[in-house]
C-alpha cells in the first residue's frame, strides 16, 4: 500500500466537484495544468481567474521531499518557525553528499562516517517533526518520490531544482527553495505566480537509439535555459502515452533546464502500470476513477493554441538522438551532425568518461536497455575503451537490476557501479584523472553541465545524452561515434556494428529489495532533543536576519558585478562544499567565487574600497559588513539559473549583501532572496548595467516608499562625483515586502505563528 494514502484519497473524492467548479469559474475546458493548480488553491486565494504569468496565488501543497543538502538549512529555518510537528507529509533523503571514488560499498562506507554528525542531526531532527527519513543508499531524492510518493494530480514542493521529476506520474512538483518548504511544513500558503503554460503536442513513437531523454534534450535546444521561465510544460499527444512513466519522468526532471516551474503529463496507463508495479495499485485504482480529471480536457489538445501560451510539435517518428553541450544543457545537437561539430568547434575527440544513472536516468528501463548494448558489445568482442560508470537511482532499483544480471552486464565489461546516490552529477566525484586541469570531453546521462559541474575542471567538457548513447559512445572512446552509422574495431580486428538497443520497461519478475532504507518518524516526538555543538563545523544553528534600514541602501559598494551566465553554481558551489551546507558562516566563504568580475575578468578578486586591495569576495564582503557599509551585486541574464539552493541567498544576505541588480533572474533564485529579506531588483533599460562603474556608491532613494508595481530609483554617485539616475523593476507583492520589512519570510513566520 502507498503512502499517506488517506490523503491521497482525499485528493480524489474531491477532485471531481472541484474540477467542474473551476472549469465553470473560468468558464473554459481546462489543460491539466488548471486542473491541478485550481484545486490545491489556498483558502486565501478564492477560486478565480487568475492571470497567467502576472497574479501571485497562494497553493496548498499536498507534501514536501528534502535532499541531505539542502534539507540541513531548511530544517534549521523550520527548528525556528514554532511548530511541534511538520503540517504536511515530509521527507529527507541523504543522497547528495556521498562521494564517488572507487565503487558503491566502500564510497557509502567512507561518506557514513565522514557525515555521521549530519546524519544523525536529519535522522534525529526528522524523528522529531515527523518527517520520514530515506538513509544514505537508500537512493536518489527524486526516484526515491516517483518510486513511493508521487501520484496523479498531486502537488508537492521540494528543495532541489529537479523535483519536477514527479511530473512523470502526473503531478505539479515544484523545485523550492528551503525557506518554501517551511511555509509548507509550517501550514502556511504557498505563494507563486500563476504560471503560463506551454503545450509540448508529442506525434509518433520512439523508435530505435531515440529515447524519452532524446524529447527534452530537443525541447531544451528550442526554447533554450530561460525559455521556460514562469511556466509550465504539458506534454500531450499519442507521442507522449507511448512513453513510459520513467521515461515522462525524464523529461519532466530536465525541465529545470530551460527554467520551467514545473512540467507533467497527463495520467495514462503507463502510469497505471507504474503504480501497480511499484507496489501501488491502491492508488492506481483510486487514479482510474478519477482518470478524465487527470488529465487536460479533449478540447484543449484538440485545439491547443487556443488554450496554452504557446505550443511545440515534435514528431517522434523522425526525432533524433541528441548530445547537447558543453557547458549549457540547452546547446542540442543531433547525432547526425556532431562528429562536424567536434571538428568545428574543436571539442576534445577522445571521449574520456562515460556516466550514466543519475536522477533523471537510473530508472529500471533505462539500465536495461544500456545493459543490452552492453551484452551486444561483449557478444562482439568489445570493452569500454572510457571510463565508464552506473548510479542506480534507489537501492530498490539497484537490488532489481543486480538480481536481473543488468549489474554484471556492464561490469562484465570494465563498468563501474557507484552508490544509489547524486555522484558525479551534483560534483561529488574524486575523478580519477592525471590533469585536474587538462582540456577533456566527457559524456553523461545526467541533467546539468555547467563548467566545473561534474569534477570541478573548468576544462572539462561536460555533455549529455541519453544513457544509452552513453554507452555506445564509451565503447568506441571517440566523440566521433555514431551507433547509428559506424562501426567498431573488436579484439579480433573485426568491424561490427551496435545494434539498437532493446529493453523492458518494468522488471518482468517485479521490482523487489531487501532494506529500502526508509526510517518512520517517532509518533511522538515532543521528548526528543536535537542538539547541535557550538564546535561543529558544519551544523550551526541559525540567528534571525535583522530588517533592511533605508539608511543601509545609501552608499553601497558594489561586491562584485558578475559578468555572463552566473548560475547558482557560481554563487554557491558544490562538490567539497557540500561539508558545509548546514553551517551558514562557513559555507559563506564560497559566496560568488566562481562569478567572473566584469572590472577585471577573474574570478574571486574584487577591489575592496576600505582596504584598496584586491580580495576574495566573501573577505571584501566580510570588511564591508564589519564596517558597516552596506553592498549590492550586479548581474546579467537569467542570474542564478540552476539548482534551487537557497544558500545562494542566505550566504551574500549573511555578508551584509542588501540588494541583487540584474538583467533578468532565475525564477527560484528570486524567489530565494525574497524569502531571505533581500532586494531582488531589475534594470528597466538593460543597458544601465554598463552605467555601474567598480568605484561607484549605489543608493535606492525611494526604498522607504517600497510599493507593489512601483519601480524604485537608483542613484550611482561615480568616484569623479558626477552622478546616474535609472529606474529599477521589482515584483513584489504586499506580502512580499512585508518579508523585507520583517527582515525575512520565516521571521514574519515566526511573528504570525506565536
Known sequence: MAFDIELIKKVYADLPAKVAEARQQLGKPLTLTEKILYTHLHPESPLRQYGRGKDYVFFQPDRVAMQDATAQMALLQFMMAGRD?????????????????????ADLARANDENSEVYDFLSTVSDKYGIGFWKPGAGIIHQIVL???????GMMIGTDSHTPNAGGLGMVAIGVGGADAVDVMAGMPWELKMPKVIGVKLTGKLNGWTTPKDVILKVAGILTVKGGTGAIVEYFGEGAESMSCTGKGTICNMGAEIGATTSTFGYDESMSRYLKATDRADVASLADQVAEHLTGDAEVYANPEAYFDRVIEIDLNTLEPHINGPYTPDRAFPISEFAAAVDKFEFPPVLEVGLIGSCTNSSYE????????AKDAKAKGLKFKSEFTVTPGSEQIRYTVERDGIL???????????????GPCIGQWARHTDDPNRANSIITSFNRNFAKRNDGNPQTRGFVASPELVTAMALSGSMKFNPLTDTLTNERGEQVKLSPPTGYELPPNGFAVEDAGFQAPAE???????KVSESSDRLQLLEPFQPIRPEQVNDMRVLIKAKGKCTTDHISMA??????????????????????????EKTNSVINFITNEYMAVPDSATTYRNNGVGQIVVGEENYGEGSSRE??????RFLGVHAVLVKSFARIHETNLKKQGMLALTFVDPDDYDKIRQDDKVSITDFHAMAPGRNLTVQLTHADGSRDTFEVAHTYNEAQIDWVRAGSALNKIRQELA
Open 85 to 105: 510537528k511538520v503540517a504536511v507529509p515530509s521527507t529527507v533523503h541523504c543522497d547528495h553528499l556521498i562521494l564517488a571514488e572507487t565503487g558503491a560499498e
Open 366 to 373: 533505462d539500465l536495461d536497455r544500456a545493459a543490452n548494448i
Open 524 to 530: 511522538d516526538g515532543s521528548g526528543i532533543e536535537v
Open 647 to 652: 544558500h545562494a541567498a542566505m550566504e551574500p
Open 575 to 600: 562538490g567539497p562544499w557540500l561539508t558545509y551546507r548546514g553551517h551558514l558562516e562557513n559555507i559563506s566563504q564560497n559566496c560568488l567565487i566562481g562569478a567572473i568580475n566584469a572590472y577585471n
Open 408 to 422: 554484471s552486464a556492464f561490469e562484465d565489461i570494465d563498468g563501474i557501479v557507484l552508490a544509489n546516490a547524486c
Open 147 to 153: 518510486e513511493n510518493y508521487a501520484f496523479p494530480g
